[in-house]
């Protein structure tokens, strides 16, 4: 009936085509009315992705001051997702279930919760130094943070807390086969949260850079196996790590190296002048593999259980080399090749390329200009720099292409993308953004094998380019073609959710999320939930002043549904979500209890509330999961202390008859008819080629499963001439039959959509 009605509609449509089609716009109608030009065609032809059509590249987004991640395809930059990560978010459920509660807390410092981050840089686990797809990090700058997220399912699995910074910046960056995730400080102060006077910034306050381990079986970074440089007050900024000739070193560059310290309100001049005094600041050299020996020989200081190789150690050791920088310098981004550093300077006019080699055979030689007052050694510029070129104003960041030697560097004075050529030094293109460009991405832009193809310039203040939303305007995605000779701008994308600074964009196809979890995930932790429970073991435990309900969720109802109380019991809720189907996804809220869960097909999570007023609390499904969706309720009852049921016997609804339930086995058995076509057609193709409807079909027969006991429970109760009973299972039983028809018909579209052929009568 249901296809039926379907081929109607189709047929309607079709018929409305072929009545409106002599009066349809032609496309240079179109073009006139909207005023657009060929180039815009062009521009639209390049990034517009038909219904159902999928982009070749993602790009991971930082979400600025949302503490989120966003996520947005390439060329339609069409938006995917928002990752919850450092901040609660409800329809994931994230901070809402005690799972993700669990992973809030790993950032909480100093004994407080921080419900937000700074997201700078996310980064994606390599693998011989190309993003593998498996897992993505990301800093926050505040909070000196920095968050895993497991791309298996998009979903924050971790946050570990830097135990020695007040703030950081240069993370995270990965090295090549993510064996750490570095960050660097920015804001120096006394390492280990200690106090210290201003007057002692020369002498107490401290940089870092923090190289995190990580186990990439485990999907977890590893503290006791992390340890940080100490460095010099100079405000470490972005890190890049080496790669191929140049893997085992990594590279921080900083800005006021002048070590000033403002203050307004004693007469001094600000920061700002004091920081950029001085013609040049420095880059900073690491040995990591080097680091790595002398922290594993353990000549560590322990910060706060943290391992800190000492300002004296790193010079002893040679682990740390300075290079000069041009002042206020901004972005370090080592070339896929591994063997040139490419820095911008927000004051200045051009970028510098370092030769890694040159660097490397000044510190083999040790041939350095002199030490700065830690004691780390300085390497001359002369000795270092492979070419300066002049760019434009304020360039910072870089991004490379596919094509050798090409790279793009963002110029925020002049609102403007430079293609150049840093082998040779010489500018070949530039094209102007809207103002002001922060960061820049190139597809895999930061690996041993770029992409090429397009480049988003990323900018922030983003005035007079949207419909006005008010004094708070959204930030300017900027999508440029950079196959060809020239830049093309094609598309702008509004980014309302925060200020993002950096992207990291990976070929799609190395995206392989799951489609529903094992049966019984916590998949905060991505293992097995011991609070699971199968259909049919449902359950509530109740104790002493707390009860837990074991539930499960399926296609229009939880299990229990009505859950009594008393006043001022804990009340823990541990719901599975039995689907098997792709996206039958169930929400979990309890009204005026802030709880909301989000429990997709095989998850387990669990909500947990103190039932402090007496009261009647319902509970619903909050995503649209079925057409009885809204059905998808219960009630929790709160009763006061010591209640005794005195209230007049009656009965709820309404009372059934014998007619009720013949009218509804009919419907019932007209239905099987129905479904039983539908099976006949599915199993005559090989619907087993396809993993996605064998899925389908399992979760079907589920559904057609639980209509036979329905059956039964009615069929037993209308032996029994209990026609209230009767009539009520007869409409459970074709509840499920409305399921399993439905879960049919998408499989039947799905097969005719992908070709099924047919292989028996
Ligand atoms: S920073 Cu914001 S534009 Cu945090 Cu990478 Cu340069
Ligand atoms: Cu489940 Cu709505």
Request: hydrophobic share 35%; proline share 5%; glycine share 8%.
């Amino acid at each position: 009936m249901k296809s039926l009605f379907k081929a109607s509609v189709a047929l309607t449509a079709l018929i409305g085509l072929g009545a409106t089609a002599a009066y349809a716009e032609t496309l240079q109608d179109v073009m006139k009315r909207r005023n657009l030009t060929e180039k815009d065609l062009m521009a639209a032809a390049k990034t517009y992705t038909p219904t159902g059509g999928r982009d070749e590249f993602l790009a991971f987004s930082s979400g600025g001051q949302s503490g989120q991640v966003i996520v947005y395809g390439v060329p339609s930059m069409r938006i995917l997702k928002y990752i919850a990560v450092f901040t609660p978010e409800p329809w994931q459920g994230y901070g809402f279930d005690e799972e993700s509660k669990a992973v809030l807390a790993q950032g909480r410092m100093n004994g407080k919760d921080i419900n937000w981050g700074d997201t700078h840089h996310p980064a994606i686990s390599e693998t011989n130094g190309e993003p593998d797809g498996k897992f993505l990090f990301i800093n926050d700058k505040n909070n000196p943070r920095i968050a895993v997220i497991n791309l298996h399912d998009f979903e924050t699995q971790q946050i570990v807390v830097n135990p020695v910074m007040a703030s950081e910046h240069g993370g995270a960056f990965v090295t090549p086969n993510s064996e750490y995730v570095i960050e660097a400080a920015q804001y120096a102060a006394p390492l280990g949260g200690e106090y210290a006077p201003l007057s002692e910034f020369n002498e107490k306050y401290r940089g870092g850079v923090t190289y995190w381990k990580f186990n990439k079986e485990k999907g977890r970074i590893v503290p006791e196996e992390s340890f940080t440089i100490e460095l010099p007050p100079y405000s470490q900024d972005l890190s890049d790590a080496g790669k191929l000739v140049s893997d085992g070193w990594s590279f921080t560059n900083s800005f006021c190296a002048e070590r000033y310290v403002g203050g307004i309100e004693k007469g001094r001049p600000p920061f700002e002048a004091g920081c950029s005094a001085n013609d040049v600041d420095y880059l900073h050299i690491f040995n990591w593999k080097k680091a790595e020996a002398v922290f594993k020989a353990g000549k560590v200081k322990k910060i706060n259980g943290h391992a800190v190789i000492t300002l004296e150690t790193a010079a002893a050791e040679g682990i740390v080399a300075l290079v000069a920088e041009p002042k206020s310098p901004h972005g370090v981004d080592v070339s896929p090749d591994g063997k040139f550093i490419v820095v911008g300077g927000k004051l200045d006019t051009q970028a510098s390329v370092y030769s890694f080699e040159k660097i490397k055979a000044a510190i083999d030689a040790k041939n350095f200009s002199g030490k700065d007052p830690y004691g780390l050694p300085i390497i001359a510029l002369k000795d270092a720099l492979h070419k300066q070129v002049p760019l434009g104003l304020g360039p910072l960041h870089s991004q490379f292409d596919s094509k050798n030697c090409i790279v793009y560097t963002s110029l925020y004075v002049d609102s403007q993308v430079a293609k150049w050529d840093y082998c040779e030094g010489k500018v070949l293109d530039k094209i102007s953004v809207h103002y002001n460009i922060g960061h820049l991405v190139a597809m895999e832009g930061e690996s041993v094998k770029p992409k090429g193809k397009y480049l988003i310039a990323l900018n922030k203040l983003a005035i007079d380019r949207f419909n006005p939303v008010g004094p708070l305007h959204p930030q300017n995605h900027q999508l440029i073609d950079i196959s060809g000779d020239k830049m093309e701008m094609l598309y702008d994308l509004p980014i309302p959710l925060g200020e993002p600074h950096y992207v990291t964009a990976i070929s799609a196809d190395k995206i392989q999320p799951l489609v529903r979890y094992k049966y019984g995930t916590d998949s905060r932790t991505g293992e097995a939930h011991k609070m699971a429970v199968r259909p049919g073991a449902e359950k509530i435990v109740k104790e002493p002043g707390k009860v837990t309900v074991f539930a499960t969720a399926i296609r229009s109802h939880f299990t229990p549904e009505i859950v009594e109380v008393e006043e001022g019991d804990e009340v823990t809720f541990h719901i599975t979500n039995s689907e098997r189907a792709q996206d039958e996804v169930h929400g979990f809220a309890i009204s005026g209890q802030d709880i909301n869960l989000s429990l997709e097909p095989g998850k387990t999570a669990t909500a947990k509330i103190k039932a402090e007023k007496a009261g009647v609390y319902p509970y619903y499904c909050t995503e649209f999961c079925s057409a009885l969706h809204l059905e998808m309720q219960g009630y929790l009852l709160v009763k006061p202390k010591g209640y005794k049921d005195t209230a007049a016997t009656g009965k709820e609804g309404q009372v059934y008859t014998k007619a009720d339930f013949d009218k509804q086995y009919k419907t019932n058995i007209e239905t099987q008819a129905v479904i039983d076509a539908v099976v006949k057609y599915i199993t005559s193709t090989n619907f087993k080629d396809f993993p996605t409807v064998v899925a389908l079909v399992e979760d079907a027969t589920d559904q057609l499963k639980f209509a036979g006991e329905a059956k039964q429970k009615a069929d037993d109760a209308a032996a029994k001439q209990d026609w209230q009973q009767a009539t009520l299972w007869a409409g459970q039983w074709w509840q499920y039959q409305v399921k399993a028809a439905d879960i049919g018909l998408r499989v039947k579209t799905y097969l005719e959509e992908h070709g099924a052929k047919v292989v028996a009568k």
